[in-house]
């Protein structure tokens, strides 16, 4: 299902300027980290050293694993996973993270890298259509429900707060007749 590429050039952290947000020609710099979708931050390197987007970085000692749509700088003990189906996509790569977070789960992390044999042959569980092919229209149909039904609890969320916000602020202040000092 997936290819399991080397990174064109690792980059060490001590040794680049790493900019805090994005800037004209710097791309995404992922590591290890399970925060912000694996980016520490944003370097300015040599395009020749890009990762394609449109893949996974997995973090070898960790198990993180985050979409990358576009091209990026990685750091050590990263390995891109780039699907060999053509549908893959930003809204699926979600279903297929979640899977393989599943089949990684009984790994112990940090004590040992993951080997390229190991990722290779994890099996991973798919839907699948009635033709027993991967089933991509489900995978899409469940994440932009989900999607939509986190989107629906934050607006009911915000509503709550700002209505609240509301009563607060209609509520009668006290007259303070007589001053303290």
């Known amino acids: 299902m997936f290819e399991?590429?080397?990174?064109?050039?690792?980059?060490d952290a001590n040794r680049v300027n790493i900019y805090a947000s994005k800037t004209k020609d710097t791309y995404p710099y992922v590591v290890r980290t399970s925060l912000n979708n694996g980016i520490r931050g944003y370097l300015k390197e040599n395009t020749n050293f890009l990762n394609a987007g449109n893949t996974i970085s997995f973090g070898q000692d960790t198990a993180t694993m985050?979409?990358?749509?576009?091209?990026?700088?990685?750091?050590d003990k990263i390995k891109i996973l780039?699907?060999?189906?053509?549908?893959?996509?930003?809204?699926?790569?979600?279903?297929?993270?979640?899977?393989?977070?599943?089949?990684?789960?009984?790994f112990s992390w940090g004590s040992a890298s993951f080997s390229v044999s190991i990722i290779?042959?994890?099996?991973?569980?798919?839907?699948?259509?009635q033709h027993g092919k991967i089933d991509f229209h489900f995978m899409r149909t469940l994440i932009n429900a989900l999607m939509k039904q986190t989107i629906q609890g934050v607006v009911q969320y915000s509503s709550a707060k700002i209505q609240a916000a509301k009563e607060?602020?209609?509520?009668?202040?006290?007259?303070?007749?007589?001053?303290?000092?």
């Not at 399991?4 to 980059?11: A, D, E, G, Q, T």
């Not at 985050?66 to 750091?75: D, L, R, W």
């Not at 979600?94 to 789960?105: D, E, G, H, V, Y």
């Not at 290779?120 to 259509?129: D, F, K, R, Y």
């Open 66 to 75: 985050f979409y990358q749509e576009k091209p990026y700088f990685t750091g």
């Open 4 to 11: 399991v590429l080397p990174y064109k050039k690792r980059f």
């Open 168 to 181: 607060v602020i209609s509520q009668e202040t006290p007259i303070q007749k007589d001053s303290l000092f």
């Open 82 to 106: 780039r699907c060999k189906n053509p549908n893959f996509n930003k809204i699926n790569a979600l279903f297929f993270i979640t899977s393989l977070t599943k089949a990684f789960r009984n």
């Open 120 to 129: 290779e042959n994890q099996n991973i569980s798919l839907p699948t259509n």
